[in-house]
């Protein structure tokens, strides 16, 4: 398999194993990455609206975190010495400290949050005091710096806190405001175009006619793509004609970074999409080897990249989680991981024909002894949507795997 980062279409003959119509699942994973360019773009939004957004730079923190020394306990601060009983000569809250100097003999009463008073260096938990008056006596061993919180004891003043290329979770949002900012520079948003194709959809929310079925797929679409704050661009269903698909396409490709679609991408009569891909762009495959999702087609129109993902409902969420999904998030400048995958021991019995990457759908959980095991949702078939609503995980079987017994090991992919 051919390192180079970027591959050029004109490259992919000269690979030794490429075969476009039956395609590797780690193969065409490393292929798809190989293709994609990151954004450059940046904009700069308001830190509430942040959620999964990809960061541009690196940050350095332009304070200490915590800014200065503060009680970690409700309790008492003193300078340390070998007194016991001292005299309670004021107070400082949290907002609102005590102004004078302490010295060996008095204590200031001091809640969580609150600064510590100039000549005090330890606190003591208020549950380790007896009081009487404005006296306290201490009723256990002081330790020096005892419930302190330190000055930048969180992130020191100009150290870096985090990265370029790192996802906007609930925690950055936390700390990037704990910095003091309230806006962050990120990548632009990807912009997704989506339509599903055939004649036998309906709309959810309308009645169905015979030998019809509701569009399911760009629904899960949405969840899916929804998770990673990119723009939706929904064109809707398109209906299986040669002509109107060309159309859909050309114009998805002038006004997005990536066009998904579902359906019409395998060998039947009116499934269009490998030709028409063909013809205004190029295929870089159309198979891959796995269960399901064989039929599969990647490519370029342009300068946009093209994922032609199978019509049926499980295969579309497969497909999205094992390829399309990183290819988005490198898109989006993200550092993309190998999926994280554990080992669990298979309490039902599963066939299988070596030849195909399966991903079949599961239930992991802990036994009574504490080992991790994984069970099928049941019926497999590619349309049993309800088995994917039901799992927690996939179960990855390899290409040259083949029945798997009660009792044997298997990879555990979580969802
Ligand atoms: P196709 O790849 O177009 O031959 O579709 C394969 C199967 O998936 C057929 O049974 C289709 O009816 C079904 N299917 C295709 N698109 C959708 C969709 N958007 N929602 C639900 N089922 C679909
Ligand atoms: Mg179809």
């Known amino acids: 398999m051919m390192k180079s980062r970027n591959l050029r279409l004109s490259q ?33 939004v308001s830190l509430h609206t942040a959620l999964h957004r990809t960061l541009s730079h690196d940050v350095l923190s332009p304070l200490h975190v915590p800014p200065h020394d503060y009680s970690a306990m409700d309790g008492y601060a003193l300078p340390f010495s070998n007194l016991t009983r001292l005299q309670v000569i004021g107070s400082s809250y949290a907002g609102h400290a005590f102004e004078g100097v302490v010295t060996a003999g008095a204590c200031v009463r001091i809640m969580t949050g609150a600064l510590i008073p100039k000549g005090c260096d330890s606190v003591v938990m208020q549950e380790q005091v007896s009081i009487e008056g404005d006296t306290i006596t201490l009723s256990s061993k002081v330790h020096r710096g005892q419930n302190i919180r330190r000055v930048g004891e969180d992130m020191q003043q ?8 790192q996802i906007i979770r609930p925690a950055q949002m936390g700390l990037l405001a704990s910095l003091g900012f309230d806006e962050v520079t990120v990548y632009r948003k990807l912009k997704v175009a989506i339509f599903s194709t055939g004649d036998e959809l309906q709309q959810p929310g309308t009645p169905l006619a015979p030998g019809q079925i509701y569009d399911s797929n760009r629904y899960s679409l949405h969840g899916l793509l929804g998770e990673l704050n990119v723009e939706v661009l929904d064109m809707g269903n398109i209906r299986d004609e040669r002509a109107s ?34 013809e205004i762009g190029e295929v870089v495959f159309w198979k891959i080897a796995m269960k399901p999702g064989r039929p599969l087609a990647y490519g370029k129109i342009g300068t946009c990249h093209f994922f032609g993902l199978p019509g049926n409902p499980v295969a579309v969420m497969v497909t999205f989680m094992q390829f399309v999904r990183d290819a988005l998030c490198k898109l989006m400048g ?22 195909r990457t399966e991903f079949q759908r599961g239930i ?30 996939f179960i990855v079987l390899p290409l040259a795997q083949g029945n798997v017994e009660a009792g044997d090991h298997v990879v555990v992919q979580p969802f």
């Open 158 to 165: 100009g150290s870096q806190v985090l990265e370029c290329g």
């Open 334 to 355: 993200q550092a993309v991981q190998p999926p994280f995958t554990f080992n669990a021991i298979c309490t039902s019995p599963i066939r299988k024909i070596p030849g």
């Open 12 to 44: 992919l003959d000269a690979l030794p194993d490429y075969d476009p119509a039956s395609m590797p699942v780690e193969q065409a994973r490393e292929l798809v990455q190989q293709f994609l360019t990151p954004l450059t773009a940046t904009e700069t």
């Open 245 to 278: 698909i060309k159309t859909a396409l050309l114009d998805a490709a002038q006004q997005a970074d990536v066009i998904i679609t579902s359906g019409g991408v395998s060998v039947g009569e009116a499934d269009y999409i490998k030709q028409l891909l063909a």
């Open 364 to 393: 992991f959980s802990q036994n009574e002894n504490g080992a991790w095991v994984v069970r099928t949702t049941g019926e497999q078939g590619s349309g049993i949507l309800s088995s994917m609503s039901k799992a927690n995980c």
